[in-house]
């Protein structure tokens, strides 16, 4: 079995991970360098999009699979401290209550005890079991879950971080700078080029074709790697748990970690409610949709990259390679463009400039992969539980 580390990837990634004083236990480095947009729910977005499993340590490019749309069907599902009473009371129709919060239903003046009063008298068809399910509700009220239930549903679905994207130009712009080499073996075993395929697919049938074989050439080759990111920086943001300010505008909170650990730390009937859906399982487990979230971004501003290959490219690759960089291709990393960047659920950002130069001499093969200054972007996430 060959070295790992002499795939040109995982190469490129042990390298940074060192010099960036970063964990491959929560790193995942981006497919592409993604423009943070020009807003800071342009940049909240990335924290709110969940780390889905990949191929090695690669983040990738999603917004489907948000966190607070997995914190709020928490929220809104499980049974509060001491509420196996209330529980009971409110029997089969626990699950009618369950989705009317799903609703999202205006909170009204007496907060969460007059909106599940009026809802149980109208759904509850006992009067006496309705009752009963009140005055039980009365006494959960204060706990941790119908606080943070009125919390996440008077936000009105927005959901705030506690930065902005101001801060996040400002801190990278005044973060260090990197330089640094790495080396790959040749005769490692061809893997898939770091841009998508589908990216590939659209250069044409003969033209991907060679695209995707002058970077696979490349990947199995012996590489040596030259980089330089004028700046970095690791930028951490947290869900708001109260209203704040945040870039100059006041944002509602809509978070609350006690609720999220509270649902965390018990699995039985007690907590999440028998015969329901999603399940501690589905939420938490091994392949749960909250089994870890992006705490924190590693930002990047201006990237040189130079690679210096020993392989055999046909003038038909070597022009392929040319193309595929104008697609936002390169033999490392690609650019988001606005494009996939909404196909992932994104909002639309512009597409930030990418320049590449190949010369061949050969069977050397040198590589400039060059991303202006001035051009702040999200190079990775670290990913680590949602609860600590």
Do not use: C
Not at 137 to 164: C, E, K, T
Request: proline content about 7%; aromatic content about 10%.
């Amino acid at each position: 079995m060959s070295d790992p580390s002499a795939d040109l990837y995982q190469a490129w990634y042990d390298a940074v991970v060192k010099v960036f004083g970063l964990s491959p236990l929560t790193f995942l480095m981006a497919r592409s360098l993604i423009p943070l947009g020009s807003t800071s729910r342009d940049l909240w977005d990335f924290f709110d999009s969940i780390p889905i499993a990949s191929d090695g340590h690669y983040y990738e490019l999603h917004a489907f699979n948000r966190f607070s749309e997995g914190y709020g069907v928490v929220v809104n599902l499980v049974i509060p401290q001491s509420g196996t009473t209330w529980r009971n009371a409110v029997g089969d129709h626990y699950g009618d209550w369950v989705k009317y919060l799903a609703s999202s239903p205006t909170i009204p003046p007496g907060g969460m005890l007059e909106l599940f009063t009026v809802w149980a008298e109208k759904n509850i068809p006992d009067p006496e079991r309705a009752q009963a399910a009140i005055t039980a509700y009365q006494q959960v009220l204060n706990g941790v879950i119908p606080v943070a239930q009125d919390r996440f549903i008077g936000a009105g679905g927005v959901y705030a971080f506690s930065r902005s994207i101001d801060e996040a130009r400002s801190r990278v712009s005044s973060g260090p700078k990197y330089e640094f080499s790495f080396s790959s073996s040749s005769n490692a075993p061809p893997r898939p080029a770091a841009g998508p395929r589908l990216r590939l697919a659209r250069l044409g049938g003969e033209m991907g074709g060679f695209a995707e074989s002058a970077l696979a050439k490349i990947a199995a080759s012996h590489v040596e790697g030259r980089a330089r990111f004028d700046h970095q920086a690791r930028f951490k943001a947290v869900p708001l748990t109260s209203p704040e300010i945040v870039g100059g505008k006041p944002y509602p909170g809509w978070f609350s970690a006690g609720a999220l650990r509270y649902a965390y730390e018990t699995k039985d009937g007690t907590v999440w409610p028998a015969g329901m859906k999603p399940t501690w399982e589905q939420t938490f487990g091994p392949t749960g949709n909250l089994q870890r979230v992006a705490t924190e971004l590693v930002l990047v501003d201006g990237v040189n990259v130079e690679l210096e290959a020993e392989t055999d490219l046909s003038a038909g690759e070597l022009a392929a390679l040319q193309e595929a960089a104008a697609a936002g291709i390169t033999p490392l990393f690609g650019i988001a463009s606005p494009a996939e960047m909404q196909m992932a659920g994104f909002r639309a950002v512009a597409a930030a400039p990418l320049r590449l130069s190949i010369s061949a001499e050969g069977s050397t093969i040198k590589i400039r992969i060059e991303s202006p200054l001035g051009n702040a972007m999200l190079f990775g996430v670290v990913a680590t539980p949602p609860v600590g």
